[in-house]
């Protein structure tokens, strides 16, 4: 996370895991899922916040979901169906459950058809949104297999030379497990960066970094913006591909977001994210099991080996060590399973306000 | 292709599509590759060319090889063997042969694959360079598949706060077919530039844009860079992660370049790119039949529809059409078809030589 975004001291208060995961149970019970599923998507969330990635953790999400079910757009009790099947691969439809609970049933499938075939991939039409992509990537890692999972949202990124939104931020979560050392965790939307970071900027008040979004007419801006750029508190609508510009490889950012919406969108036949009419989450996970492909003790002995020359790359002036994705989250965890997580105050205002609303304990 | 890297009129002439296939295999048959080998390598650097990836095809390339043939590091009789095998994977051993060659017959045991279980992937270890990785993803759409393929070889990206180069360029390619439009074809590297695409700058003496490559202790230079910059005719040895910078997003195309090295490397069993020791092009090509997912005749509706959607994009000022990927190259392939491939006069210089060293006629 770049240093800007993460909350000071003085706006945030630590809240012990156990406290907030109880507290998000409870508000999920509420919504009417069922309590094995609430406890499913709380760790999703309470997992991205342990991580570090506030952006998909309870801060952001939490409260759009909410308002989600509430008018009926999310079904807290969706009847999943697989519509078809072949040994490696499964396309389900979601019937508009949570993806954040879905995607971890999904990659269960995945892991086992990997464990028969080699690899195993499961599409999701239908769905809504899953939260932090790389949760159900990395359930692949105990199982001694790479996770990998798309997912494909509503158009913010305008296509390269464009001047409109539509392409989904359309991240990629790729997990690889090691050894001895942390697993390789990558997830990055194929934005310059996340929706919902964005929205952190306006809500923390932040200016956005050069290269981030483009002006009205399309032109990406390549200074510092105002968080009210666009007016005083409203969101930016369009958010640039990853190269920010043509000469900087805009188009590989965009074509890589059409990537994810083809293998995470079209081919689940849910369609592209901006179909209209739909608040279209489509999603794929696939499993690949390292043991079809070779040994898995050598796979992990060479993942440390590559994992420690990245680390000990001699860093650039300014800068003292050189990381690897998943590297600083794994260190985030630790730190926050003892300390607490970090929940910005007006974060906490909300969670007194939603469970007096539900007339259910508050213990954030 | 930016347009300053557009060969000039005066610099270049058009050979015949025909002409440069028979010539380019000549070369081959006299470098002891078996004939039918001759016309797969030749088709692959032709394509290139023919789809105005010049980077990719017999300008950069062909002399490289003809090199490293010469000098034994590229086999050019290979015993290629099956290692390990499931019902969705094959790993093969590449015996050092030329990945422009192998990766088109291991694309085709993927498809196999996936007619029987929905998918097919190949990894192949020990390889050599294969050429435009969009070649070989597109095999898969004459089958009505999706085709992917990753190559992974030797270090030129620093990692983002890094100071030397760790990974290779690690390119991306996925084609996925259409029914009216020209299919998606996407094939980028994960660094800003394609190495070849530096060099090709160097040998032009064309100035690189911002963003592309870092100074000497690895800091980023976000201004334009002459291509004498370390020195005249020396190439540049690293490039930066496409993102440029930490804060437009370089951990970005970091990570995404180390996805590749895992799927497309230590999968393979041969390591990362930069294993010392070895030239390592390990590869992996995967087909995913669309008939296992859905319906054929629906998702190349749906790609139609999206294709058509993306180009119909409002325009930014200064630009009057936004592209998808693929498009460019497939309008390219009928100008040069019907004109001839255009080819700078160094390079025609370099084919009247090595054919007069060959004591082959050369027909460019």
Not at 54 to 65: A, F, P, T
Not at 279 to 298: F, G, K, L, Q
Request: charged share 20%.
């Amino acid at each position: 996370m770049l240093k800007q975004f993460i909350p000071k001291a003085e706006d945030s208060v630590r809240v012990p895991e156990d406290a907030l995961r109880k507290t998000v149970v409870s508000i999920f019970e509420k919504m009417g899922i069922p309590q094995e599923d609430c406890h499913l998507a709380a760790d999703g969330l309470i997992s991205a916040d342990l991580r570090g990635v506030e952006s998909h953790g309870v801060s952001n999400i939490l409260r759009n979901w909410v308002h989600l079910i509430q008018e009926g757009t999310i079904n807290p009790k969706p009847n999943w169906r697989i519509i078809r099947e072949s040994p490696a691969i499964t396309a389900i439809d979601c019937d508009r459950g949570l993806g954040m609970i879905l995607a971890p049933k999904a990659m269960e499938i995945a892991v086992k058809k990997a464990r028969d075939t080699g690899m195993g991939m499961v599409t999701m039409r239908n769905g809504r949104h899953l939260g932090m992509a790389a949760y159900h990537a990395m359930i692949a890692l105990k199982y001694d297999m790479i996770g990998m999972c798309l997912t494909v949202a509503g158009p913010k990124m305008i296509p390269t030379f464009g001047a409109e939104p539509r392409l989904g931020t359309n991240p990629i979560a790729l997990a690889a497990p090691a050894g001895k050392e942390a697993p390789f965790v990558f997830d990055a939307s194929t934005t310059v960066a996340a929706s919902n970071t964005i929205d952190d900027a306006v809500r923390l008040n932040i200016p956005l970094p050069a290269g981030w979004v483009p002006d009205k007419d399309g032109t990406p801006i390549m200074r510092e913006v105002e968080p009210d750029y666009f007016g005083k508190g409203k969101k930016f609508l369009s958010i640039l591909p990853l190269g920010s510009t043509r000469e900087m490889g805009s188009h590989k950012g965009y074509g890589l977001s059409c990537c994810v919406e083809i293998m995470g969108g079209i081919l689940t036949g849910g369609g592209y994210g901006a179909n209209p009419g739909r608040p279209n989450y489509n999603h794929s996970v696939t499993a690949y099991n390292i043991a079809s492909y070779m040994d898995v003790a050598e796979f992990k002995r060479t993942m440390d080996e590559y994992l420690q020359y990245l680390k000990s790359t001699k860093p650039a002036p300014g800068h003292d060590r050189v990381y690897y994705a998943g590297l600083i989250e794994a260190e985030c965890v630790a730190e926050n399973k003892a300390k607490g997580i970090l929940l910005h105050k007006e974060v906490v205002e909300w969670f007194h306000k939603i469970c007096n609303e539900l007339s259910i304990p508050c213990l954030v």
